[in-house]
């Protein structure tokens, strides 16, 4: 079982960058595959982001593709978020997930997550 706690969330203006951090408990993060989800208030819980145990594979979702990047490091049990060109709609609570197959991008699929982490983008 791996315990997730989300870090680096805050308000924004649009255009800026913030870096979410995501640590993992335990001493068996490198052997979970990490996502990124966002939720904004009345809608689901979207993919953002997944990477593979090495780190050596990434995958993003189109709304993303080219502003954020997925990143680990499995020495520090963390997994990060590397948000940039901010728009008012990357508004949300962004949540980690981990789970021992690939992240699925369907959100029930996963079996970890963490509480969360609110990211404003102001415009």
């Known amino acids: 079982q791996v315990q997730l706690v989300e870090s680096g969330g805050g308000l924004v203006q649009a255009g800026g960058s913030l870096r979410l951090s995501c640590a993992a408990s335990?001493?068996?993060?490198?052997?979970?595959?990490m996502g990124w989800f966002r939720q904004a208030p009345g809608k689901e819980r979207e993919f953002v982001a997944r990477?593979?145990?090495?780190?050596?594979?990434?995958y993003y979702a189109d709304s993303v593709k080219g502003r954020f990047t997925i990143s680990r490091d499995n020495a520090k049990n963390t997994v990060y978020l590397q948000m940039n060109t901010l728009k008012p709609e990357d508004t949300a609570v962004y949540y980690c997930?981990?789970?021992?197959?690939?992240?699925?991008?369907?959100?029930?699929?996963?079996?970890?997550w963490g509480q969360g982490t609110q990211v404003t983008v102001s415009s």
């Open positions: 997930a981990a789970r021992r197959t690939i992240i699925s991008t369907r959100f029930y699929d996963n079996d970890y």
């Open positions: 335990g001493r068996t993060f490198s052997s979970y595959f």
């Open positions: 990477i593979t145990l090495s780190g050596g594979v990434t």
